[in-house]
């Protein structure tokens, strides 16, 4: 088996590798609004003293990750959402000087930047978190923003080819002691070298969310961490797809491949008032422009039908296209329980209000993933 193969129980001990079956992370707190389109009252506001507070909570509870979402342009209407984010290796860099446990992610695009500079910025960020970090790979990029960057829009084929010599080359540089040459499609590499190696062993974990077939092929072959964009109303297809997935991973790969979903939490004391906290913030108080604007720039507008759009707009009003998780404490959990028991392993949560959300997530739900089995008291937080 080779280095880059190798069990979770022989790489590098890390948070996302640990035995709870509901793993957590907290997500799109790098952003202006987090992963809410909305104008409510209490919603994210962009500020370093707050996320260092929110990455302080998430590390005293035990949360395995930290995860940003990555954009370098807003998409209009009235709040301009993910106009104002912090980029993701600096972030990541900050809030790694600033935790003990929780794995720091940041969220690269791949055409963005050049691969020797990605994987010395990653083993960098590494060292200041003496092993906790981990590289969200995407493989593309939304069109609003390909004019800042001045490169042409990859096809879709054309785009994972890319990414996946981005991440050979990187992946090189974390492993190979000495010179290397590489000579692709798009990449030429002369007398490659990097020192020092990630603290990691065999290299810091990789995330990925393709959806298509090519995407989840290179999933399958790269990423220790499988997003899936879950949506409720085909729930119970998740449980073949995950084996699927899985099976692919392994078969082919000879690798094992966690599965994680996100999910946008409305937690209040009774179902009615999270559905109607919910409507308020989406219905009442959501930016349908800067949505609207968000979908177009994904081919969404034309590609579905119009309740399937409409459906899909409301939860990334809601939550960044997110899972709805939204109702009780216990019912949220026992939500939890369903998916885990389909095959997810993990969930990035966003919430409207991340700080005093997070919080209630903390004194009010994981005591219950705890009592139901499905996480182990956290020893060691700050």
């Given at each position: ?6 069990e ?11 035995a709870?079956?509901v ?22 506001a962009?500020?370093?003293p ?6 302080a ?6 949360i ?11 998409f ?13 290796f600096?972030?990541?860099?900050g ?8 794995m ?7 055409p ?5 500079v990605?994987?010395?910025q ?18 593309g990029?939304?069109?609003l923003?390909?004019g ?46 990097q ?6 062993r ?8 393709g ?44 690798r ?8 946008y ?14 409507h ?28 399937r759009l ?5 939860d990334f009003v ?14 949220i ?13 993990g ?20 005591p ?15």
């Amino acid at each position: 088996m080779a280095a880059s193969e190798l069990e979770p129980a022989q790489r590098t001990p890390c948070a996302l590798f640990n035995a709870n079956r509901v793993k957590l992370a907290v997500f799109g707190f790098n952003c202006d609004y987090g992963c809410t389109i909305t104008t409510a009252e209490g919603r994210w506001a962009l500020d370093w003293p707050a996320t260092l507070r929110v990455a302080a909570l998430a590390d005293a509870a035990g949360i395995e990750a930290l995860v940003p979402i990555a954009r370098w342009r807003g998409f209009g209407g009235e709040t301009n959402f993910a106009d104002a984010t912090f980029e993701t290796f600096t972030w990541a860099a900050g809030l790694a000087a600033a935790t003990r446990h929780t794995m720091v992610f940041c969220t690269s695009h791949v055409p963005t930047i050049h691969p020797i500079v990605a994987a010395k910025q990653a083993t960098t960020i590494d060292y200041i978190s003496n092993g906790r970090f981990g590289i969200n790979v995407v493989c593309g990029r939304p069109g609003l923003e390909l004019g800042m960057f001045g490169t042409p829009m990859l096809d879709h084929e054309t785009a994972y080819a890319y990414a996946e010599e981005w991440l050979q080359i990187v992946r090189q540089l974390w492993t190979v002691d000495g010179e290397f040459d590489y000579d692709g499609q798009f990449f030429h590499i002369q007398r490659g070298f990097q020192q020092p190696k990630p603290i990691q062993r065999p290299y810091p974990p990789i995330m990925n969310a393709g959806s298509s077939p090519t995407g989840r092929r290179y999933a399958a072959r790269y990423a220790d961490m499988a997003f899936i964009n879950a949506r409720r109303e085909n729930r119970e297809d998740y449980r073949a797809d995950i084996a699927n997935l899985r099976r692919m991973a392994h078969e082919e790969f000879g690798r094992p491949l966690q599965v994680w979903a996100h999910g946008y939490v409305v937690c209040r004391p009774t179902e009615r008032e999270a559905r109607d906290y919910l409507h308020y913030y989406v219905r009442e108080r959501g930016d349908w422009v800067a949505v609207d604007n968000l979908t177009a720039s994904m081919g969404l507008n034309e590609r579905l039908p119009p309740e399937r759009l409409a459906s899909m707009q409301f939860d990334f009003v809601a939550g960044w296209g997110g899972y709805p998780l939204v109702g009780t404490a216990e019912q949220i959990v026992d939500e939890l329980a369903i998916m885990a028991d389909l095959g997810f392993d993990g969930w990035m949560l966003s919430w409207v209000d991340y700080e005093a959300e997070l919080r209630q997530w903390i004194d009010e739900i994981m005591p219950l993933l705890e009592q139901d089995g499905l996480r182990q008291p956290f020893v060691g937080g700050a």
